[in-house]
């Protein structure tokens, strides 16, 4: 895909698999999951402590409460991100997530504060995360995993992986994500 798009463009090219111009990305903006991810990509455009970034920040806050989706503009996360429903999600400031991954309703990706995993989880790209899963920790997941709903995932998962279940057991998988993540980038 070409550089010329922007990292808001790449995102919402994950929803529909066109390119969009400025206005068609507005227009889109009545889907909550994109108007989020809109007002994200505004906040990590500017820096905190500009006129801009106040406003954006202000804006994301409000849309943090309205959506319930607890996100930062701190968290690395690369293009092509996309949210698959609208609901409760929280991602820790400190996680870091690669590209062309989709996120469900009700998932936490968090800390864990003691341990051998202490810390915060690094995902890899192209990584479907399910309904009410939870990664946590100082793990690292890696390219091409699915995490299915209601996964609990505390420990590192290799690549090409389908993880499932609390405790999670993993599956190798070639082709773990197919079907899963449309119009990658």
């Not at 066109?18 to 009545?30: P, R």
Request: charged share 20%; hydrophobic share 35%.
């Amino acid at each position: 895909m070409s550089e010329k798009h922007s990292l808001i463009q790449k995102d919402f090219y994950r929803e529909s698999g066109k390119w969009l111009s400025k206005f068609e990305i507005w227009a889109k903006c009545i889907n909550p999951n994109l108007h989020f991810i809109y007002i994200l990509r505004k906040n990590q455009q500017y820096k905190k402590n500009s006129l801009l970034g106040a406003f954006w920040r202000l804006v994301l806050r409000h849309h943090q409460i309205k959506y319930g989706f607890q996100i930062y503009p701190e968290t690395e996360i690369g293009e092509g991100f996309y949210l698959g429903h609208w609901g409760a999600l929280v991602i820790n400031p400190k996680a870091k997530i690669g590209k062309n991954c989709n996120i469900a309703q009700g998932v936490t990706i968090g800390q864990q504060n003691r341990g051998k995993y202490e810390g915060f989880p690094t995902i890899g790209d192209e990584v479907w995360i399910g309904t009410n899963a939870v990664v946590v920790g100082g793990i690292t997941i890696g390219n091409n995993v699915l995490i299915a709903p209601n996964a609990y995932v505390n420990f590192d998962i290799p690549s090409d992986s389908i993880v499932v279940g609390n405790p999670a057991k993993v599956y190798p998988k070639e082709n773990a994500t197919e079907g899963y993540i449309n119009h990658k980038i």
